[in-house]
């Protein structure tokens, strides 16, 4: 009995420790379904008039060469109508607020948000009746941005769109030192403005992200039949 007690804790621990952690592959396709043993990162609250440019939530998840994000709104995401919407994910990739631009305001305005952070890169997802209007990435300072980067992976469905950002296209015009180095942590944060509510902005607070973490992710398939015997008590 106390042999199989060990048998049980040893395939236990490695069942936490392997399987657990599996791999995880997000496919920019606009179908979901990858996405859902991502933690939610950031949750927002119905704040906007209008909906399809209210943002819900933001999940994140990173490799070592790719960061990519799943941004949710209550209504319709990028919706294929005869409004302008634009979408914007902020990255404070040195996690320092003294680079980068400060989001607490915006074109003389205070935001509202809580805890501001130095974004240092956004990238945005412009649509403009219903066709793209400018999928790019900005490098930012604190009186500056620079457009580094366009025409990124993206896809929208539902209520939901998608992003995947090489790291490789996150080349800053200046040094802010080491980023995107897996374990490394970075703030995440978002906004949206649009023509449907008289371009009324929607700020999201930020979240922490650990670049390259693995993602806890349910176990695919049927127990071994060793660890059925031993469920089992055989």
Known sequence: MKTRAIIYFAIMLFLVSNLAYSALEIKIDGNFDDWKDVPVLIEDP???EEDDGDIKEIRAFSTEDTIYFMLTVYGEAAPADDQRYYYHVLIDADNN???????SVY?????????PIGV?????????????????????TANTGDVIGEGFEWLAGGDSL???LPFEMLIPLQDIGNIFIPKQ???IAAFQEGSANDWEVDWTESGE????API?????GKLSSMWGQIKRGE
């Open 97 to 103: 607020f003294k680079t980068g631009y400060d989001n």
């Open 185 to 187: 942590k970075v703030m």
């Open 209 to 212: 992200h650990v670049i390259a």
């Open 46 to 48: 119905d704040d906007v």
């Open 216 to 220: 806890a992710v349910e176990p695919i």
């Open 120 to 140: 240092d890169f956004y990238a945005q997802i412009g649509r403009r009746n219903g066709a793209d209007d400018g999928i790019e990435v900005y490098f930012l």
């Open 107 to 115: 074109e003389g305005n205070d935001t509202g948000v809580k805890n």
């Open 162 to 164: 998608e992003i995947a």
